[in-house]
């Protein structure tokens, strides 16, 4: 069975940093496609940042520059660290995983986590 477990989110100010982790069992880890997707209260959620297989990186332009994912295959963990917070980056992020190539589309991944808040105060 495919688990896929967040941690990492908490509360900061603006300007500060976080390390989202996500741990993965009971997955082909190094292959596919891993995401973090986020979605704040009353709103759709919404791509984050993408890595496939060949460490190929794809981001929200509204987090370009900022976040960067990254994924560690011996550890089967997948890593947003996330710099230059901003009040409007405050959303519950998800972890997602899918089989062959990275999609924008979230309905197109078959494992998520739980999410973990990120709260950025002004």
């Known amino acids: 069975q495919v688990q896929l477990v967040e941690s990492g989110g908490g509360s900061v100010q603006s300007g500060g940093s976080l390390r989202l982790s996500c741990a993965a069992s009971?997955?082909?880890?190094?292959?596919?496609?891993m995401a973090w997707f986020r979605q704040a209260p009353g709103k759709e959620r919404e791509r984050v940042a993408t890595?496939?297989?060949?460490?190929?990186?794809s981001y929200a332009n509204s987090v370009k520059g900022r976040f960067t994912i990254s994924r560690d295959n011996a550890k089967n963990t997948l890593y947003l660290q996330m710099n230059s917070l901003k009040p409007e980056d405050t959303a519950m992020y998800y972890c997602?995983?899918?089989?062959?190539?990275?999609?924008?589309?979230?309905?197109?991944?078959?494992?998520w986590g739980q999410g973990t808040q990120v709260t950025v105060s002004s």
């Open positions: 997602a995983a899918r089989g062959g190539i990275c999609y924008y589309n979230e309905y197109l991944y078959n494992y």
């Open positions: 009971g997955y082909t880890y190094s292959s596919g496609c």
């Open positions: 890595i496939d297989s060949d460490d190929f990186t």
